[in-house]
Structures are given as structure tokens and as C-alpha cells.
């Protein structure tokens, strides 16, 4: 299912760029859309979150990929760019119930020594559809630049077919929060509690990594068209082997190494690295050593969210969904800052969202240094149901 979406996802990313330049739009442009799509995410993937605690994954997963379908469709369509605005705030809304609710789903099937494994599924799938999409979406841009998108729409209506059909209700009704409790996202006040609560460091981290690696993610494209002079077909390869590296990483590395070595040693040693990668990347000449920065850089940064994931998911007794909807938000929060700060970075100087990109990574590490340690040696269980509802929410 999560292959099918993320290929659709991947479709479009190469063709973002090219795109917006139809409507007169540049580096910031393009951040703020894709600070848009973000936003709705970071309002709404708590509330989908508690929705899928109250009345089960799948029906969630049911609306979040027909809203991403028809999203894509629109976005297509479009003749202005407010159009395109519109188009990703829908996407962003409807579309965020899918991926808490997916990592939910896995929680709910999975052991606590498989978890990081199956986070690193949820990765692998991603990652695959990442390797698909990219290098269809730069061969159909050549015929036109919307097709893309009205291919990755028809794929979300293929993969709600799927999840109708073939995937199982992973939480029984007796596991389901109670339907007479109020239904209330996490807004600021209650994501400002969570952060000071045992989860927090983890939720801080959530953040670095988004902002971090979105930085990368949404400026790339504008990126290589300027310093390569490379049109989508070029994109869409380097994205390609990109996806297949995050896919490999993530489906057969995750697992065994945070087995082995624990999710904090990986999270650590990925964040460093990541580091690293953002700067080697700015030192490609050619596509060769292109291909090999970037897939330098995604073998760190693949395992850093599935390891994040996993273990805010480990230290929730309880609601799943609520943990992993808080979790989600934060890094909603970091795709909003990271592509807005990358635009504008952009439209100053190409190299300076990868410089702070570095930086970011680097802060992160050091936070890990000095907090995550503590966090993991307490690593006390919350049962998050309750302290909403204690807190009213």
C-alpha cells in the first residue's frame, strides 16, 4: 500500500521544480508550497492520529489516501498558482491521517524488540516507491509537465482499492479509546507539555531530523537545474537511486543494526553522518559523484527516522496512535521551517541550505549527547491516553 502512495509521491517530486517556474515561481515559492502541504500535517496528524485510537486504523487509512488521490488530481489541473496553494493545503489535511495511522498499524502488529524492524518496513516501502516513481515522473515530464500528477492520483485510487480489499483491521474494538472521550488535536499547548514530558527528547529530535533533512529534499531539484543544469529526467535518476539506497538501508539495515546496537547508538551515529553527507554533496562535479554524495548522505539519514519513531513508539504504554501522532507532528513542524528556511536560503545563495542543513544535524548530535543517554537509561512507559484526557484534551 505505502509503495503505491509513495510511488505516486515520487512521481511528482522530480517535476515540483520545473512546474512551479509555469506559474513564475522560485526558491521560496516552492518552499512555502511545499511549507503548505506541512502545515495541514502538523494541524491535523494528531487528530487523525486519535481518530484511528477511537475508531481503527483502516477506515483512517480509507480516507487519508482518497484525499491524497484527489489532491493530486487538482493539483494538475491547476491554471494559478493560489490553485497549487489550494491543492496542497487539501493534500496536506486529508492526506496527513495516513502516515501515523500506518505506523500505528505497524505498532499494533509488531513486538517491542521488532519494532524498529517494522518501522524500517514502513521505510523500506517508502523507499521502494521512491525508486519507482522519480524515473517515471522525469520520462513523462517530457511529454508534459501535469500528466505526473494525474498518474500519482490514480495510483492513490489503486492503493484504496488495496487497503479495502486486503488489509486487516489491526486494532480490536476492546483496544479502542473510549468514543464517549472528546476528539481534540494536539495544538501548541499540549505539544509544548508533551515536550517537556518523558517523550520529549525524542519529539525534539523528530523535529531536527525533519527540519534537517527537508532542507535537502525541497530545494533539491532547483538545486540541480542551477548548479548542473539538469532538467527532471536527471532529477528523477539521481531520486531514483536515492529511493533504492533509503530502501535497502531501511528494509535490511534497520532491523538487525537497532537489534545490535539499540535505536540511540543509531540515532546518534546517523545524525553525525548526516552531517557529513550534507557537506560531501556540495563537492559534486558531475552526476557520477552526485549519485555518490547523495547516496552517501541517505544511508545516515534513512535509519534516522524509523529509529526516532521506534523508540517514541517504545516508550508509549498506550495509544499508539496519540504517540505516534504527536511524533508525526513534530516533524510536520520541521517540514514547515526546513522548506521555508531552504527557499529563502536558496534565492540568496544555492550552497546555503546544505551548509545549515549540516549544522542543524550537528545540533541534533550534540542534543543526543547530552540528553538521549538519560532518556534511554529511564525509558519510562506512558500511557498517553490518560495524560491527554487528564489534561483535557
Given at each position: ?374 532518556a534511554q537509561q529511564d525509558k519510562p512507559k506512558i500511557a498517553l491516553q490518560s495524560e491527554v484526557a487528564s489534561k483535557g484534551v
Amino acid at each position: 500500500m505505502l509503495v503505491v502512495i509513495m510511488m505516486g509521491f515520487g512521481i511528482v517530486i522530480p517535476i515540483m521544480p520545473f512546474y512551479i517556474e509555469l506559474f513564475d515561481a522560485q526558491g521560496t515559492e516552492l518552499g512555502l508550497l511545499m511549507a503548505t502541504y506541512a502545515v495541514m500535517q502538523f494541524l491535523f496528524a494528531p487528530v487523525w492520529g486519535n481518530l484511528s485510537d477511537r475508531y481503527g486504523r483502516k477506515p483512517i487509512l480509507l480516507i487519508g489516501v482518497f484525499g491524497n488521490g484527489v489532491a493530486m488530481i487538482l493539483f494538475g489541473l491547476s491554471t494559478q498558482l493560489w490553485m497549487l496553494f489550494a491543492s496542497r493545503a487539501l493534500a496536506g489535511f486529508l492526506s496527513s491521517a495516513t502516515l501515523p495511522t500506518a505506523m500505528a498499524y505497524v505498532s499494533d502488529s509488531t513486538s517491542e524488540e521488532d519494532r524498529g524492524g517494522g518501522m524500517g518496513m514502513i521505510g523500506a516501502a517508502m523507499g521502494l516507491g521512491m525508486v519507482i516513481g522519480p524515473g517515471l515522473g522525469g520520462t513523462l515530464a517530457e511529454y508534459s509537465l501535469s500528466v505526473p500528477f494525474f498518474l500519482a492520483g490514480g495510483l492513490s485510487f489503486i492503493a484504496l482499492a488495496l487497503i479495502w480489499v486486503m488489509m486487516p483491521e489491526s486494532l480490536p474494538a476492546e483496544k479502542r479509546t473510549s468514543t464517549s472521550e472528546r476528539i481534540q488535536g494536539l495544538q501548541l499547548k499540549e505539544m509544548w507539555q508533551a515536550l517537556w514530558g518523558p517523550i520529549g527528547i525524542l519529539l525534539l529530535l523528530a523535529f531536527l531530523v525533519s527540519f534537517g533533512f527537508t532542507k535537502f529534499e525541497s530545494i533539491f531539484g532547483l538545486f540541480a537545474a542551477n548548479r548542473y543544469d539538469y532538467g527532471p529526467s536527471e532529477v528523477g535518476l539521481i531520486l531514483t537511486v536515492i529511493g533504492l539506497v533509503s530502501a535497502v538501508v531501511q528494509g535490511g539495515l534497520t532491523g538487525p543494526v537497532t537489534k545490535r546496537w539499540g535505536e540511540t547508538a543509531v540515532i546518534k551515529t546517523s545524525l553525525f553522518g548526516t552531517a557529513i553527507g550534507f557537506l560531501l554533496m556540495l563537492l559534486a562535479t558531475n552526476l557520477t559523484t552526485v549519485l555518490i554524495t547523495t547516496s552517501l548522505f541517505v544511508v545516515s539519514s534513512a535509519m534516522l527516522r524509523p529509529s526516532v519513531s521506534a523508540l517514541t513508539s517504545l516508550r508509549a504504554d498506550s495509544g499508539q496512535g496519540i504517540a505516534l501522532g504527536l511524533n508525526n507532528s513534530f516533524m510536520s513542524l520541521g517540514r514547515i521551517a526546513g522548506p521555508i528556511l531552504a527557499g529563502l536560503l536558496f534565492d540568496i545563495n544555492l550552497i546555503f541550505p546544505y551548509i545549515t542543513g549540516a549544522i542543524v544535524m550537528l545540533v541534533g548530535f550534540g542534543v543526543c549527547l547530552r540528553w538521549l543517554p538519560k532518556a534511554q537509561q529511564d525509558k519510562p512507559k506512558i500511557a498517553l491516553q490518560s495524560e491527554v484526557a487528564s489534561k483535557g484534551v
